[in-house]
Protein backbone atom coordinates (compact mmCIF):
# COMPACT_ATOMS: atom_id res chain seq x y z
CA UNK A 1 0.00 0.00 0.00
CA UNK A 2 1.29 3.16 -1.23
CA UNK A 3 1.11 6.75 0.71
CA UNK A 4 -0.88 7.95 -2.00
CA UNK A 5 -3.61 5.64 -1.41
CA UNK A 6 -3.77 6.01 2.49
CA UNK A 7 -4.57 9.92 2.08
CA UNK A 8 -6.86 9.14 -0.74
CA UNK A 9 -10.08 8.71 0.99
CA UNK A 10 -11.81 7.28 -1.60
CA UNK A 11 -9.41 3.79 -2.23
CA UNK A 12 -10.10 3.18 1.92
CA UNK A 13 -14.04 3.45 1.08
CA UNK A 14 -13.26 1.41 -1.87
CA UNK A 15 -11.41 -1.32 0.40
CA UNK A 16 -14.47 -0.94 2.76
CA UNK A 17 -17.28 -1.39 0.24
CA UNK A 18 -15.00 -4.37 -1.20
CA UNK A 19 -14.76 -6.06 2.69
CA UNK A 20 -18.95 -5.37 3.01
CA UNK A 21 -18.98 -6.91 -0.67
CA UNK A 22 -17.73 -9.84 0.41
CA UNK A 23 -19.39 -10.50 3.51
CA UNK A 24 -22.76 -9.75 1.59
CA UNK A 25 -21.43 -12.23 -0.96
CA UNK A 26 -20.55 -14.83 1.54
CA UNK A 27 -23.60 -14.52 3.19
CA UNK A 28 -25.79 -15.01 0.12
CA UNK A 29 -23.85 -17.78 -0.40
CA UNK A 30 -24.62 -19.42 2.85
CA UNK A 31 -28.35 -18.64 2.49
CA UNK A 32 -28.34 -20.58 -0.92
CA UNK A 33 -26.94 -23.55 0.32
CA UNK A 34 -29.58 -26.49 1.08
CA UNK A 35 -30.56 -26.78 4.64
CA UNK A 36 -29.81 -30.31 5.92
CA UNK A 37 -33.47 -31.90 7.40
CA UNK A 38 -34.12 -35.69 8.68
CA UNK A 39 -35.32 -37.67 5.98
CA UNK A 40 -38.26 -39.67 6.59
CA UNK A 41 -39.02 -42.59 4.77
CA UNK A 42 -41.04 -42.53 1.79
CA UNK A 43 -41.00 -46.34 1.18
CA UNK A 44 -45.16 -47.47 1.48
CA UNK A 45 -44.25 -50.71 2.19
CA UNK A 46 -41.68 -49.64 4.97
CA UNK A 47 -44.16 -47.39 6.72
CA UNK A 48 -47.03 -50.15 6.76
CA UNK A 49 -44.28 -52.67 8.35
CA UNK A 50 -43.11 -50.18 10.87
CA UNK A 51 -46.90 -49.02 11.70
CA UNK A 52 -47.69 -53.29 11.73
CA UNK A 53 -45.10 -53.55 14.33
CA UNK A 54 -46.36 -50.84 16.31
CA UNK A 55 -49.77 -51.84 16.52
CA UNK A 56 -48.88 -55.49 17.58
CA UNK A 57 -46.62 -53.52 20.62
CA UNK A 58 -49.73 -51.20 21.44
CA UNK A 59 -52.33 -54.41 21.72
CA UNK A 60 -49.58 -56.61 23.46
CA UNK A 61 -49.31 -53.58 26.05
CA UNK A 62 -52.85 -53.43 26.27
CA UNK A 63 -53.87 -56.83 26.76
CA UNK A 64 -50.50 -57.66 29.29
CA UNK A 65 -48.60 -59.50 27.66
CA UNK A 66 -46.09 -57.16 27.98
CA UNK A 67 -44.71 -56.60 31.53
CA UNK A 68 -41.39 -54.31 32.33
CA UNK A 69 -40.72 -56.19 36.05
CA UNK A 70 -42.53 -59.19 35.56
CA UNK A 71 -45.93 -60.00 37.38
CA UNK A 72 -48.05 -58.47 40.41
CA UNK A 73 -46.08 -60.19 42.79
CA UNK A 74 -42.50 -58.33 41.72
CA UNK A 75 -44.68 -54.91 42.04
CA UNK A 76 -46.01 -55.69 45.30
CA UNK A 77 -42.65 -56.93 46.79
CA UNK A 78 -41.10 -53.19 45.17
CA UNK A 79 -44.41 -51.57 46.60
CA UNK A 80 -43.63 -52.91 50.45
CA UNK A 81 -39.89 -52.15 49.82
CA UNK A 82 -40.85 -48.52 49.13
CA UNK A 83 -42.76 -48.51 52.26
CA UNK A 84 -40.01 -49.66 54.36
CA UNK A 85 -38.30 -46.92 52.77
CA UNK A 86 -40.58 -44.30 53.20
CA UNK A 87 -40.82 -45.24 56.90
CA UNK A 88 -37.04 -45.28 57.89
CA UNK A 89 -37.46 -41.47 56.15
CA UNK A 90 -40.06 -40.82 58.51
CA UNK A 91 -38.20 -42.21 61.74
CA UNK A 92 -35.29 -40.29 60.44
CA UNK A 93 -37.32 -36.83 60.45
CA UNK A 94 -39.31 -37.37 63.57
CA UNK A 95 -35.63 -37.78 65.21
CA UNK A 96 -34.78 -34.22 63.96
CA UNK A 97 -38.00 -32.73 65.03
CA UNK A 98 -37.49 -33.75 68.76
CA UNK A 99 -37.50 -30.40 70.38
CA UNK A 100 -33.77 -29.17 71.80
CA UNK A 101 -35.37 -27.72 74.68
CA UNK A 102 -37.45 -31.02 75.83
CA UNK A 103 -34.23 -33.13 75.54
CA UNK A 104 -32.56 -30.10 77.61
CA UNK A 105 -35.22 -30.67 81.14
CA UNK A 106 -34.38 -34.53 80.84
CA UNK A 107 -31.34 -35.52 82.37
CA UNK A 108 -27.98 -36.65 80.20
CA UNK A 109 -28.75 -39.76 81.25
CA UNK A 110 -32.39 -40.47 79.82
CA UNK A 111 -31.43 -37.91 77.14
CA UNK A 112 -28.85 -40.06 76.08
CA UNK A 113 -30.96 -43.19 76.49
CA UNK A 114 -33.65 -41.97 74.44
CA UNK A 115 -31.16 -41.04 71.86
CA UNK A 116 -30.06 -44.66 71.75
CA UNK A 117 -33.54 -45.98 71.26
CA UNK A 118 -34.13 -44.04 68.61
CA UNK A 119 -30.94 -44.92 67.00
CA UNK A 120 -31.30 -48.09 67.67
CA UNK A 121 -34.79 -48.20 65.70
CA UNK A 122 -33.96 -45.94 62.92
CA UNK A 123 -30.58 -48.60 62.49
CA UNK A 124 -33.26 -51.76 63.08
CA UNK A 125 -35.17 -50.05 59.85
CA UNK A 126 -32.48 -49.71 57.73
CA UNK A 127 -31.15 -53.52 58.39
CA UNK A 128 -34.80 -54.59 57.50
CA UNK A 129 -35.10 -52.00 54.45
CA UNK A 130 -31.52 -53.65 53.12
CA UNK A 131 -32.16 -57.32 53.70
CA UNK A 132 -35.36 -56.47 51.57
CA UNK A 133 -33.57 -54.87 49.00
CA UNK A 134 -30.77 -57.50 49.05
CA UNK A 135 -33.46 -60.67 48.93
CA UNK A 136 -35.60 -58.71 45.79
CA UNK A 137 -32.42 -58.35 44.03
CA UNK A 138 -31.63 -62.09 44.39
CA UNK A 139 -35.07 -63.37 43.49
CA UNK A 140 -34.65 -60.96 40.03
CA UNK A 141 -30.84 -61.91 39.53
CA UNK A 142 -32.46 -65.84 39.62
CA UNK A 143 -35.31 -65.33 37.52
CA UNK A 144 -32.75 -63.58 34.96
CA UNK A 145 -30.83 -66.61 35.35
CA UNK A 146 -33.25 -68.66 34.78
CA UNK A 147 -34.65 -66.77 31.65
CA UNK A 148 -31.32 -66.72 29.95
CA UNK A 149 -30.98 -71.10 30.09
CA UNK A 150 -34.52 -71.05 27.93
Request: hydrophobic fraction near 30%; proline fraction near 2%.
Amino acid sequence: MDSSNRNNPSSSNQRKGSVKDKLQQGHKGSVSRPVKEHTFLTDVADVRTMEHGLLQLLNDFHSGKLQAFGNTETFNKMDAIRVQQEQLAKTHFEMDLVPRNTSNRLSTEDSRKENNEKMDKLIAQLHSLSLSVQNFQTEMGKKEFHREDD
